[in-house]
């Protein structure tokens, strides 16, 4: 069982004095020394304490891209050397700087949200001449997080997520 359901949940109803999800705009956050970044399914109480409830459902987005990534390359034979984000979480600087770090790669994303939308809509005035390719690249910008988590630290903290998806699987 994935994280996805809660943190649906939470993205899409303001909680007390928290907003949606992706739209907190923490920068740095307290590093969560305990077991609740390995949050997999629901907790049976979603409001103790949320704050590390909503890092912890960040940080499975994280795991689980890095997971899926890896194996791409590995795949693929070849190493993963920038991961390119977009859509809504990407408003959310410590998901962008977590994913960072847990993957060990830069992670470069765009001032437009939802490129995947923009590339379309792109597309389809490129095909019919009404926008020049030049004049629309010329205009999109890229903020870069790079990896600066200590290596022993991801370490644990990924193999601490391997090891709960493991024994959800096992169980």
Same mark, same amino acid.
């Not at 899409?12 to 999800?21: A, H, K, L, M």
């Not at 998901?95 to 790669?105: G, K, R």
């Not at 939308?117 to 597309?123: D, E, T």
């Not at 010329?138 to 988590?149: I, Q, V």
């Given at each position: 069982?994935? %994280?996805?359901?809660?943190? #649906?949940? *939470?993205?899409?109803?303001?909680?007390?004095?928290?907003?949606?999800?992706?739209? !907190?705009?923490?920068?740095?956050?307290?590093?969560?020394?305990?077991?609740? %970044?390995?949050?997999?399914?629901?907790?049976?109480? +979603?409001?103790?304490?949320?704050?590390?409830?909503?890092?912890?459902?960040?940080?499975?987005?994280?795991?689980?891209?890095?997971? +899926?990534?890896?194996?791409?390359?590995?795949?693929?034979? +070849?190493? !993963?050397?920038? +991961?390119?984000?977009?859509?809504?979480?990407?408003?959310?600087?410590?998901?962008?700087?977590?994913?960072?770090?847990?993957?060990?790669?830069?992670? =470069? #994303?765009?001032?437009?949200?939802?490129? =995947?939308? *923009?590339?379309?809509?792109?597309?389809?005035?490129? =095909?019919?001449?009404?926008?020049?390719?030049?004049?629309? *690249?010329?205009?999109?910008?890229?903020?870069?997080?790079?990896?600066?988590?200590?290596?022993?630290?991801?370490?644990?903290?990924?193999?601490?997520?391997?090891?709960? #998806?493991?024994?959800? !699987?096992?169980?």
């Amino acid at each position: 069982m994935s %994280c996805k359901i809660p943190l #649906v949940w *939470f993205c899409n109803i303001p909680i007390g004095r928290f907003s949606p999800i992706f739209s !907190l705009k923490t920068t740095k956050a307290r590093v969560i020394q305990n077991e609740a %970044c390995k949050y997999i399914g629901v907790k049976p109480d +979603l409001y103790d304490p949320i704050e590390e409830d909503v890092k912890a459902g960040l940080e499975c987005i994280a795991y689980q891209i890095t997971d +899926l990534t890896l194996r791409m390359a590995q795949d693929a034979g +070849l190493p !993963l050397s920038e +991961l390119r984000a977009d859509g809504g979480p990407t408003a959310n600087k410590y998901l962008m700087q977590f994913q960072s770090d847990i993957a060990q790669v830069t992670v =470069s #994303v765009s001032d437009v949200a939802e490129l =995947s939308g *923009f590339g379309a809509a792109c597309a389809a005035g490129f =095909s019919c001449g009404l926008y020049a390719p030049e004049t629309i *690249f010329a205009n999109t910008h890229r903020s870069y997080f790079t990896p600066e988590m200590d290596n022993t630290e991801r370490e644990a903290r990924y193999n601490g997520w391997q090891k709960a #998806v493991r024994q959800v !699987l096992t169980h």
